[in-house]
């Protein structure tokens, strides 16, 4: 599959670049990374946290196709626009994490929290990456 596939699907549109509610989506997702600093990861928590920080890591790519004027309507999207920037592992990951959050998210599965400590780091350095590469402008 293809970025543009889920253009022809209407899952993408594509439009004029929206800087602003660019930068408000870094902002949000900074927020999120802000409170999560000092949250405490258990089994009871992991799950939550989880979900929070991968919604940091979506804002964050959400924003770089905001930049390009995309308007992206399915998550499955974001990981084929990080492919076709040349974010191989990225895309992985975002992927993964993608379907990770689906488990918690919409089938109710729990996480250990020790899965959530090492997706945590895994997260923010991804983030990070992203930020600096695509939009350092806006940080």
Same mark, same amino acid.
């Given at each position: 599959?293809?970025?543009?596939?889920?253009?022809?699907?209407?899952?993408?549109?594509?439009?004029?670049?929206?800087?602003?509610?660019?930068? $408000? !989506?870094?902002?949000?997702?900074?927020?999120? /990374?802000?409170?999560?600093? &000092?949250?405490?990861?258990? *089994? +009871?928590? %992991?799950?939550?946290?989880?979900?929070?920080?991968?919604?940091?890591?979506?804002?964050?790519?959400?924003?770089?196709?905001?930049?390009?004027?995309?308007?992206?309507?399915?998550?499955?999207?974001?990981?084929?626009?990080?492919?076709?920037?040349?974010?191989?592992?990225? $895309? !992985?990951?975002?992927?993964?994490?993608?379907? /990770?959050?689906?488990?918690? &998210?919409?089938?109710?599965? *729990? +996480?250990? %929290?020790?899965?959530?400590?090492?997706?945590?780091?895994?997260?923010?350095?991804?983030?990070?990456?992203?930020?600096?590469?695509?939009?350092?402008?806006?940080?």
């Amino acid at each position: 599959m293809k970025f543009e596939d889920f253009m022809n699907q209407g899952k993408v549109r594509k439009g004029s670049p929206d800087i602003a509610k660019a930068k $408000s !989506l870094l902002q949000t997702s900074n927020n999120h /990374l802000l409170f999560l600093k &000092n949250q405490n990861i258990d *089994n +009871i928590s %992991a799950g939550s946290i989880l979900v929070t920080y991968y919604e940091a890591l979506r804002e964050v790519t959400e924003a770089m196709c905001l930049k390009e004027g995309f308007r992206v309507y399915s998550h499955e999207a974001f990981t084929f626009f990080l492919k076709e920037k040349g974010e191989i592992q990225a $895309s !992985l990951k975002f992927d993964n994490l993608r379907k /990770l959050r689906n488990s918690v &998210n919409y089938y109710g599965e *729990n +996480i250990d %929290a020790s899965e959530v400590k090492a997706a945590k780091e895994e997260i923010i350095d991804l983030i990070n990456h992203l930020k600096r590469k695509y939009l350092s402008e806006f940080i």
